[in-house]
């Protein structure tokens, strides 16, 4: 009797042990997140919880508690401890949370629960002090002075008139001032030559003179 219980006992185990899946808490954002503790802001936690079969597990209950001293922060509720179903998907997220003013590693410790099986995480963040500034804002582009900046215009040059672009009138007056050019030349020769004087010892020609006087008409001889 006492061995057929002990040997029914064995059979069930195996059977009891695998209705009561286990459970894993994975973090899939939130590690190592930096929360600003002058600005207020910090970077949400999300864990998701699967089974055995490594498959989310919906309807889980999640709790996330943050430290009770030093670093640490409040959720929206203004507690520390904030418990989350998982969805369809196995997920919780404690959003939200806001850091005190003391700057350090914060330790997030979260549980699931389910099905009496509990899995536990930890959540590694750190609060910072940043002052957030303004960047500065750039200078407003200065006008260009067109005055300054127009380039001054090249002097115009006056080309040399050439033959084909000469009207009839400027050809007349050209040709006139060569002639007159040339003529005066030839004046100045001219009255260069009748002023020497001869040199001693040579006898000019005498100048032939002509007297007009009465034609006389003569018989045939």
């Known amino acids: 009797m006492r ?9 069930t185990l195996p059977a009891l042990y695998a209705q009561q899946p286990q459970l894993r808490v994975v973090v899939i954002a939130g590690e190592d997140a930096l929360n600003n503790t002058l600005a207020g802001a910090s970077r949400d ?3 998701e919880v699967r089974g055995p079969d490594q498959m989310p597990v919906s309807g889980a209950t999640v709790t996330f508690v943050l430290p009770d001293t030093g670093a640490s922060g409040t959720f929206p509720n203004g507690q520390r401890t904030l418990m989350v179903d998982t969805n369809n998907q196995g997920r919780a997220t404690a959003a939200g949370i806001r850091p005190n003013n003391i700057a350090g590693p914060v330790q997030v410790r979260v549980s699931a629960s389910y099905l009496g099986v509990i899995a536990t995480a930890v959540v590694r963040q750190t609060n910072v002090a940043v002052a957030i500034t303004e ?37 007349i007056v050209l040709v006139l001032a060569i ?40 018989g045939g001889q």
């Not at 040339?182 to 020609?205: E, H, L, M």
Request: aromatic residues 2%; without cysteine; hydrophobic residues 35%.
């Open 135 to 171: 960047p500065p804002k750039p200078a407003p582009a200065k006008a260009k002075d067109t005055a300054t900046a127009r380039p001054a215009p090249a002097a115009a040059s006056t080309p040399a008139p050439s033959k084909q672009g000469m009207s009839k009138t400027t050809k």
């Open 3 to 11: 061995r057929a219980f002990l040997a029914l006992t064995l059979l």
């Open 179 to 218: 002639i007159g050019g040339a003529a005066a030349g030839g004046i100045a020769v001219g009255a260069k030559g009748g002023s020497s004087s001869s040199s001693p010892g040579t006898t000019s020609n005498p100048p032939i003179v002509i007297t007009p006087g009465t034609p006389t008409v003569g």
């Open 45 to 47: 936690i999300t864990v």
